[in-house]
């Protein structure tokens, strides 16, 4: 066995510690007075190496370290938990020689080897999946994972709901991950069988079929929940939400013997909705509570623009106006608007919006405000625990587009594999429409351009419209109607937030590289 000398006492502040490495091994060192004892720096609850960060002092005549995170205490000569006397943290003879700190080591008496830790993903969408690839491609063995999908299929491309709706792809095509999938990389996969709830004490997750999941991390992944009317017959049969395949299946059926359908919502969701009944030979009227359509993303002209593209297709619009009542006799057959005018309805699908899915973090105590709230490693208050996609809520923001929950996987899956220094720092919202030839592209935060100064260029006849707003230079947001070939390049200088002085003249026309020097 040999002596380490690892630091000077002063280095360790009396009443908490320090973190050394010997033997490849982390060892927090932990300061009473003058007397310094070394502990494993493993939070055995949280499973986060925080212990050296943990107060030391004297309880009920024990000397003791409290850990940062659930504040269990561990007796600091023999590492025994108070709370749970199961739980034990491993300790290093260590002392002090000419103020210096020495710690002995025991070269891990036999047991080095980890096992491979178990990491359990609740959710089997997009941002779960994505995690899980990225993770994959950076440490294949290091994790035994296990997937809990509420929905009974393994995982597809929800964005692809839209085209699927219309008629222009077919469900094998959007089918990202298909159960083989997950078999050949050994991945545990439960389906139709959501996560019911989390014992984060134990570190286990329970399903709603009894299935019990132990955990070293745990990955939240469940997405929103789209939202639900709260007015008279709501529920009525006829009344569809738009958000899962389950969704779709049931609009297609009653596509097929309906004859007028409702879309309530008049933003990105709802339109692509319309435009794909519309595909099916339905009279479609698209309900919409503002005074003009995807009113977040476009500005007034190409509101306008696109509405009447829409209505070329036969899409009638009712604007500014709010739906007090779905009224039918065993089933929907209108929808009744708060001026008390009607509309004929054999199926009405809401679009209005989305809501983070945060009953489950909620219920087992994790911060959450709109979303399950995460730091820039996408970790939640529980150092055990971490979140993505559209469930999460980072500095004050959350998502509904898939663009920020790439990058969020991609650094998520970093920190997963402990091989994290990347941080998230949020993204700009962008967003396109997908109605099969109407081009429109939107990007930027649209609220806040009052002040800037913008770029037009309008040609009705051709029906391109192009709209830049500029501050000091650099580009806030773009809207792009019938031309959205330099898409790529705007969300990519609104993001860079790189000087364009030197070629604004040609920006808003101008043939620009998607990447590289702008000269
Ligand atoms: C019709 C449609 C069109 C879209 N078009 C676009 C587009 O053009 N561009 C774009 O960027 N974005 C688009 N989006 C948004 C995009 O699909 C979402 O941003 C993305 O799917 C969110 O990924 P997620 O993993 O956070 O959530 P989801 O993909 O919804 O996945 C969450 C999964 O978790 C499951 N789950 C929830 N709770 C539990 C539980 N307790 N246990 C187990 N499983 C659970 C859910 O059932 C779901 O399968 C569209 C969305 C829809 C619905």
């Not at 979303?371 to 529980?382: A, M, R, S």
């Not at 969300?491 to 702008?518: C, K």
Request: charged share 25%; glycine share 10%.
């Amino acid at each position: 066995m040999t002596r380490h000398f690892v630091c000077q006492l002063e280095e360790v502040f009396d009443g908490g510690g320090v973190c050394a490495l010997v033997d490849g091994e982390q060892v927090a060192l932990l300061r009473v007075g003058e007397e310094v004892f070394a502990l494993e720096n493993r939070d055995p609850f949280s499973g986060a190496n925080v212990m050296s960060r943990g107060l030391t002092g004297d309880l009920s005549g024990q000397l003791v370290v409290a850990s940062p995170v659930y504040k269990q205490h561990f007796n600091l000569r023999t590492g025994r938990c108070l709370e749970d006397e199961a739980v034990t943290l491993r300790s290093w003879p260590c002392g002090v020689l000419d103020d210096r700190v020495w710690v002995e080591s025991t070269a891990r008496r036999g047991a080095a080897v980890r096992g491979r830790r178990r990491l359990v993903v609740v959710g089997n969408g997009m941002a779960a999946m994505r995690t899980v690839e990225e993770l994959l491609a950076l440490a294949s063995d290091a994790l035994d994972i296990t997937v809990f999908g509420a929905e009974p299929r393994g995982n597809y491309n929800r964005i692809l709901l839209s085209p699927l709706l219309a008629g222009d792809t077919s469900r094998g095509q959007i089918m990202l991950h298909d159960l083989a999938w997950y078999r050949e990389r050994g991945i545990t996969l439960h389906v139709g069988d959501p996560v019911a709830s989390i014992d984060r004490r134990q570190r286990r997750v329970i399903s709603r079929a009894g299935v019990i999941a132990p955990y070293d991390r745990l990955l939240l992944a469940t997405g929103s929940d789209p939202v639900r009317l709260k007015v008279a017959g709501h529920d009525l049969p006829g009344v569809f939400t738009f958000r899962n395949l389950d969704d779709v299946d049931g609009m297609l059926e009653q596509a097929g013997r309906a004859l007028h359908a409702v879309v309530i919502g008049g933003g990105l969701l709802g339109l692509e909705a319309a435009s794909g009944l519309a595909r099916h030979g339905l009279v479609v009227t698209v309900v919409h509570l503002r005074e003009r359509v995807m009113d977040r993303q476009l500005d007034p002209e190409a509101a306008e623009l696109l509405q009447r593209s829409m209505q070329a297709r036969g899409i009638a619009f009712r604007l500014s106006a709010q739906t007090q009542a779905l009224e039918g006799d065993g089933h929907v057959q209108r929808v009744r608007l708060a001026d008390g005018s009607s509309i004929d309805a054999d199926m009405v699908v809401v679009a209005a919006g989305i809501t983070p899915r945060t009953a489950l973090a909620r219920d087992c105590g994790l911060a959450c405000d709109r979303g399950i709230l995460v730091d820039d490693t996408l970790q939640t208050f529980d150092p055990a625990i971490y979140a993505v996609g559209e469930c999460v809520q980072h500095r004050g923001t959350t998502y509904g587009l898939v663009a920020p929950l790439w990058e969020q996987a991609r650094v998520c899956a970093a920190h997963l594999a402990e091989r994290g220094v990347a941080r998230y720092r949020g993204s700009p919202p962008a967003s396109q429409l997908k109605v099969s030839g109407i081009e429109v592209y939107s990007a930027g935060d649209l609220g806040r351009v009052a002040g800037a100064e913008s770029l037009r260029y309008a040609d009705r006849a051709s029906g391109i419209y192009k709209r830049l707003w500029l501050k000091d230079n650099r580009l806030q947001a773009a809207v792009l109607f019938g031309d959205t070939r330099q898409a790529a390049r705007y969300a990519e200088l609104i993001e860079t937030q790189q000087d364009v002085s030197a070629w604004r003249e040609t920006l808003l026309l101008g043939d620009h590289p998607v990447s590289g020097s702008a000269a």
